[in-house]
Structure formats: C-alpha cells, structure tokens
C-alpha cells in the first residue's frame, strides 16, 4: 500500500483535472496502484491502512521493543533491517521475513505509534554568487556509447559565467592526464582562475587528515607551480560543486546520449564544436544569460597563463623569439612589442587562432598579450604600456611640485615638464641631485624669477643661477655672461651664445711680452 501523503498527491493531482495516466507518469507510481486509489475516498483509505495492520500481526508482540530502539536513537530514521537484526539477536528466529518488519514499521507510521523525527535531515542552501574569476570547479564521468566505446569525462566550468570547457579520453585519469587537461581548459580560456574546487580523488587527492589534505606529489608541483588556491570538498559533499556536476550530467544526457562515436579524437572534435553551439552559446538557466557573452566579462578578471613544465611538446606549443633593441618581436612580419625590460633578451610565444601570448622564459608568467593581426608588415602598439609611461610622467611631476612649495617653482616645473617632455627623467634627477636639499629658498625664488623671466626652463640652468646668486660677488662669473647664457633660444631652436671678448693687449702683457705683440 502507499504511504498517506502519496495518497494525498494522488487525491489532490485528481482535483486539479489530471488524468489517471498523468499521474502515473508524474508519481512514478504503478498503473494498478494508482487505478486503485483514485477512487478511493479519505475515510475509506483510513479504514483499509487500519486493516492492513493485521497483515503484519506477526510482529505485534515485538512492537514495544521496536519503540523503544526507535526512542534510544531519537526516533531519527533508521535501517528496518538493523531493527531486524536487533530482534534477532535478542530472540532467535523470527516469524517473519525483513520484507515483513518493514511493511510493519510502515504500519506502525502511518497509523501514527511512530513518529520519526526528520527535523535531522539535511538542509541545502544556495551557494552565494562568486565574483568574476574566482572559481573554477573540476569533476570526472563516465559514459559507454550505443556502439560500445567507453569515454571518461573531464569537466570544467567557471562559477561566475557558467563558462564551460570539456574533453574525453578512452582510459582512466591518471595525474598527469588530469594535468594536461587543466592546463588545456587554461589556454581554452585565455588565463587561470584564483581557485580550484576538486574532490578527493585519487589522482589529486592521496588523504584528508581533519582538515589538512595531501595531494599526490606531482599535482602538489603543479599547484605550486600556478599559484592556485585549492578547495578540497568534503567526503559526500557533492553540493559544494554542483555547477560542475549538472555539467558532467549535461555533457553526458544532451551530447554523448544521441551519438557514437568512431574514436576518442572524433568525439572531442565534436565535443568542442557542442561547446561553441550549445554548452557556451544557449541560455543558462541559472544566470539567465548566454555563458559566452558573460564570459567576456569574466576573461578579463582571469590570472595571466604561465608555462608550465607538465606542458607536452613544449617545443611546439611554445616557439622563442628575440627581442631587438626597440622591444618588439617578429611573428609572421608582424611587430608585437614587449616590456622594456627583455629589450635585446628573448622571450616565449604561444599563438593561437585568435590570441598571441608571450611570457617570460625564467618565470614562465605571461608577460604581454595580443590579438593576432593578419597583415604583414604591420607594427602594432601596446597601449597600455603607453598609459603606464604617461602614468610614470605625472608621477614624477608630483613628485618634483612637492620639492618645494613655492608658486614660482611649481610656474617653472610646468613649464619645463612642457619643454623636456622626452627627458623629464634626465629633469628630474638633475632636481633631485643639485636643488632638493640644502636650498636656500629666498635665493631659489630669485633664480626662479629670473630663469622665468629669461624663458630658461632647464633644471641645471636654474641651478647655475642659484649658485651665481649663492656665490655673489665671489662668483668667476660676470652677471652679464650667466644673463646672456641663460636668454630664451631664438627662433631657430638653437641657443644665442655670447663670448666675452678683451684687448689682445691684456692676454700679452699675462704672457710676459709687454707691448712687443700689440705692435
């Protein structure tokens, strides 16, 4: 017989108009079974669940026994063939088979001498939305096709987009298959998450000692390696990675259900082709948007890849390439360039369809990334390495208005950032040595004053003009030379230089030859 609350579902998907074949097919229930009750009335149900009590009369004399070990364990639920064997134990043989003491356990809830408590079952909440980035969740399967061939999933999916990557394989995981996997899911997403969500599994996981966990030697290497962060779920704990696990179901019931396949490489192609059409490309139910275009949002808070020593055929995933003294290399007649600091070094690529990524040859950290151009002879610019120069600049004028605080000097570093702006290094270490400490800043405001008012914007002109004026009338130079030194540059760009002169008479008369030579 079944339970009252399936008889109520019975009775209650009757009222709402169904059909006696709806029903079976939305319970689950047997056609007999459900023909029976539905045209059984409340009372009438009442009546038959008390007489079916005297079916199972064979353990009546065992009843209070069997309350009284539901009561020692808190009337949680429990095994009826632990019951079983209790009374066994206890008695000897028994009347009955196990089949009976179940129904009779039934009984005995239904009619309500036993309550069972289910305030302990377990309570699943949702799991909070992480940021983009963060996560990524990693799971196995297995799946025999129609025709006989046995694949073995390996599923990935990113938290935040619902961004999926998948791949098969014909034999069991081994350490280093499920590495090469990862680094693939890697690449097919352009960069690496913070964090990795993993269960104990054998070729990851060797133990979990409260809480400490330890991995296999060689994916403890890898974690490393990366730099990954790693969550470890618990031991019957498939919720904490259920994104995944819908994944592996999902690859499982709408793409390897409806195929076969001639070989494990034919079924990835396929599979991949199934990712870009379905997996990626429909709309998620949980986020309510296409993973793919979500995903653009995602790429773009991922880590930067980094090589990796478990990378097969390293030779040809990776090519190197020099670098030339204007920090650029050569792919295919195309310039990409680089950080400053590999200039006349070299350094690693890795090209495909769409993406050029470079990294360090020491490190292994990607170090520059680029869409790929398709014309030759093409040179292509970095723009943020130009924001980060035009950052550098401000940085240092900031740091050159804060020497002093006088109105003239902040006129004058403006103007002369304005003039020397491909040397305002050079500007602002000639500062930093000769006029930030130790300045006298009356005299300072007097030599700026007069470089402004003779246009000259140079650092080591407004420190020769400090020292004129520190030096005063002790200075082996004449007020009217540093004023002519110091005039602004004419028209052409070249600086007015005056050379002051003497009578020829004054040099020969130091040299001893009276007024031999004047005449």
């Not at 993993?198 to 490393?224: A, L």
């Not at 680029?370 to 723009?383: A, C, N, T």
């Not at 120069?389 to 740091?399: F, P, Q, T």
Request: contains cysteine; glycine residues 6%.
């Amino acid at each position: 017989m079944v339970k009252r609350d399936m008889y109520q579902k019975i009775m209650f998907l009757k009222e709402m108009c169904y059909t006696k074949s709806e029903i079976v097919e939305r319970t689950g229930l047997d056609w007999k079974t459900v023909r029976k009750y539905f045209s059984m009335e409340a009372d009438g149900f009442s009546e038959y669940a008390l007489s079916a009590g005297s079916r199972y009369k064979g353990f009546e004399s065992y009843k209070q026994e069997i309350l009284e070990c539901y009561a020692r364990n808190g009337n949680r639920p429990m095994q009826k063939s632990s019951i079983y064997d209790y009374l066994e134990e206890r008695h000897g043989e028994l009347p009955c088979t196990e089949r009976t003491i179940r129904n009779y356990i039934e009984h005995l809830i239904l009619t309500g001498q036993l309550l069972i408590e289910k305030s302990g079952n377990r309570r699943y909440h949702p799991v909070p939305e992480l940021p983009f980035g963060r996560q990524l969740q990693l799971d196995f399967g297995e799946f025999t096709c129609g025709n006989g061939l046995k694949l073995y999933i390996f599923a990935a999916v990113l938290s935040a987009s619902r961004y999926k990557f998948a791949a098969l394989q014909e034999k069991p995981f081994t350490t280093d298959d499920t590495i090469q996997h990862i680094l693939s899911c890697f690449h097919y997403f352009g960069g690496m998450p913070e964090e990795l969500v993993i269960d104990q599994d054998s070729v990851m996981v060797v133990s979990e000692n409260k809480g400490d966990i330890i991995y296999t030697k060689k994916f403890r290497h890898f974690i490393d390696e990366m730099g990954l962060k790693m969550f470890v779920c618990r031991r019957s704990d498939p919720e904490s990675k259920g994104k995944v696990e819908n994944l592996v179901k999902y690859v499982k019931r709408n793409f390897l259900a409806t195929r076969d396949f001639g070989g494990v490489l034919e079924s990835n192609e396929r599979l991949r082709k199934w990712l870009v059409r379905r997996g990626n490309g429909k709309l998620s139910g949980a986020t309510k948007r296409v993973p793919a275009m979500l995903f653009e949002q995602e790429q773009k808070h991922l880590r930067p890849l980094r090589q990796s020593i478990y990378e097969k055929c390293r030779s040809v995933m990776r090519d190197e390439r020099k670098v030339d003294n204007l920090c650029r290399i050569s792919v295919k007649a195309i310039k990409y360039p680089v950080p400053e600091r590999y200039r006349n070094s070299a350094v690693d690529i890795y090209k495909s369809e769409e993406r050029l990524f470079i990294f360090d040859q020491e490190t292994g950290e990607q170090v520059a990334e680029f869409r790929v151009r398709l014309i030759p002879g093409e040179h292509v610019y970095d723009r943020r390495a130009a924001a980060q120069k035009l950052i550098k600049r401000e940085k240092a004028n900031e740091m050159l208005l804060e020497f002093h605080d006088l109105s003239e000097w902040r006129e004058f570093v403006g103007k002369n950032q304005e003039r020397y702006k491909r040397y305002y290094r050079d500007q602002y270490n000639e500062a930093h040595r000769k006029l930030r400490a130790d300045v006298d800043e009356e005299t300072l405001r007097d030599a700026l004053c007069f470089c402004l008012k003779n246009g000259s914007y140079s650092m080591c002109d407004l420190h020769d003009a400090y020292r004129y004026m520190c030096d005063g009338e002790n200075s082996v130079a004449a007020p009217d030379v540093v004023s002519c030194a110091l005039k602004k540059p004419v028209a052409s760009g070249i600086r007015a230089i005056a050379v002051a002169t003497r009578a020829i008479g004054h040099y020969s008369t130091l040299a001893g030859f009276g007024g031999e030579v004047a005449r």
